[in-house]
């Protein structure tokens, strides 16, 4: 079977969905019975050495007129199925992306989907031509058509939906007590806890909480994330951290290679990610912090309190003194079974895929 993918981002791009597609690349690309190929970003460059798939850097910002480019890089490679990634950093807010599929089931290629993320509050005319086709329509989320809307779940109800959870893009680390020791005299010159937040700094974030959930007479805060202050958003952060009484104690690292992130992340006491509206085991940040073994403090819709098999505390969303007070009494503390039952194989993803490939390749023939 040959696989077209298509992401608006792919590495050395900085976004959580590119990453994913590269990794659920290599995973297909391992199977003796894919070829596979990545059309994306002109930004997408240079190609990582260790991408052993091909990659077609050549959309332009994803303007309508990459469609000639698209459609001439799809009919010379000729797949057998065409899988889309929505949404990426990558497309912004270009209406192409989500016209794609239509454009494929012109030239009778089945399309499959990944859906990474709903939000009703963003849907617009953009998305009306893609939600009256049929078609494959994976998702990362167990109760992701639960989420949506009653119209927009009416409108793509000829879709085929498959639940495929994903997996961290962050490698494991184990590190040794030197390791872990040079890791954190990086940051602090002082017997100080180590608590760091990783990912994309957006107001869902919540990073701003991570003032007033840990303590600066006790720890020190790392960012693992960009901060631009002409952002406004970014810029009330920064300020945050200029001022007393956090000043001098906080660490923005920037954009980091994932080995360097794993290390991080190992070597920390606790990893907070607050987010506004609730986490789980489809957000990649959550998963990468899991599977170091590290405590991990966030929040959920679903679940409260701590869970050992884990090591994590599910806080309420916004609930500032029970998150505070969990990362008191949870800080430190180290899951040895890391990684058991919490990450998914790329290549069973990958197999998974396949599956649904041809299901949907089936049914369209």
Known sequence: MRILLISGSLPPMKCGVGDYTAHLAKALGRREDTSVAVVTDVAATPIPSDFEFEVFPIARGWRMTDIVSIGKAAALWRPDIMHIQYPTQGYGYRYLPWLLPSLFRL?????????????????????????????????????????MSPCYRWLNRRKRFKFIPNASTIPPMRLTGEEKSAVMSRFSSTSSNLVVFFGFTYPDRGVELLFQIAD?????????????????????????????????????????????????????????????????????????????????????????????????????????????????????????????????????IAYAHTSFYDTIAYERA
């Open 107 to 147: 030239i009778r290629v089945p399309v499959v989907q990944t859906w990474h993320g709903y939000d009703s509050r963003r849907m617009s005319r953009r998305f009306l031509p893609n939600s009256a086709l049929t078609g494959g329509v994976i998702v990362v989320r167990p109760e992701f058509i639960h989420m």
């Open 216 to 348: 600066p007479s006790q720890h020190r805060l790392v960012l693992i994330s960009d901060l631009k202050p002409e952002d406004s958003y970014h810029k009330a952060i920064l300020d945050r951290i200029r001022d007393e009484p956090w000043a001098g104690k906080v660490t923005v690292t920037g954009f980091l290679p994932a080995e360097e992130v794993g290390r991080i992340l190992a070597a920390a006491d606790a990893v907070v990610l607050p987010f506004r509206d609730g986490g789980g085991m489809w957000n990649t940040s959550i998963r990468a912090a899991l599977t170091q073994g590290t405590f991990v403090l966030t929040t959920s819709r679903e679940r409260h309190g701590y869970d050992s098999s884990e090591n994590a505390y599910y806080a309420r969303p916004d609930d500032i003194a029970d998150m505070e007070g969990a990362l008191q009494r949870f800080i430190g503390k180290r899951n040895t079974q890391t990684g058991e039952g919490l990450t998914h194989d790329w290549d069973s």
